[in-house]
């Protein structure tokens, strides 16, 4: 019974198991302006990436926490380590690839921080 109760739901998941790791929302915000931010912890296996992408929406910010991995914003690659932090602003393409298990915190911000903002383009580490 409790599918009733749960398909009128609209909230996004706060946990989320992915092909390339998985993510936990630890926040989320929406100020009188309309402007939003949500934080993530997300974890990438070593060896997994997540896809080349741009937002139209929404900036972020990676804080890498642990680990190593290979990040791609705009067409340059480079390594981010634990301590490094990116601001990604909107309409940059970037892409991640964890070489060893990569654990980040990303903060969304921007008027519409959907899933569905996302535009993904082919690229080949």
Known sequence: NIKGYVEHLVDRPMYEERRWGSYRVLDRTKGPDGMESLT??????????ISYQRHR????VW?????????????????VKAGD???IRKGELHGL???TPLDLIEVQIGTNLVEEDIERVEMKW
Do not use: D, I, M, P
């Not at 804080?63 to 390594?79: I, M, W």
């Open 40 to 49: 993530k912890n997300l974890y990438l296996k070593a060896g997994c990436n």
């Open 57 to 60: 929406c929404r900036e972020e």
């Open 63 to 79: 804080t890498f926490v642990s680990g190593e991995g290979e990040l791609k914003l705009e067409g340059e690659l480079r390594k």
């Open 85 to 87: 932090v990116v601001h």
């Open 97 to 99: 690839k964890a070489v």
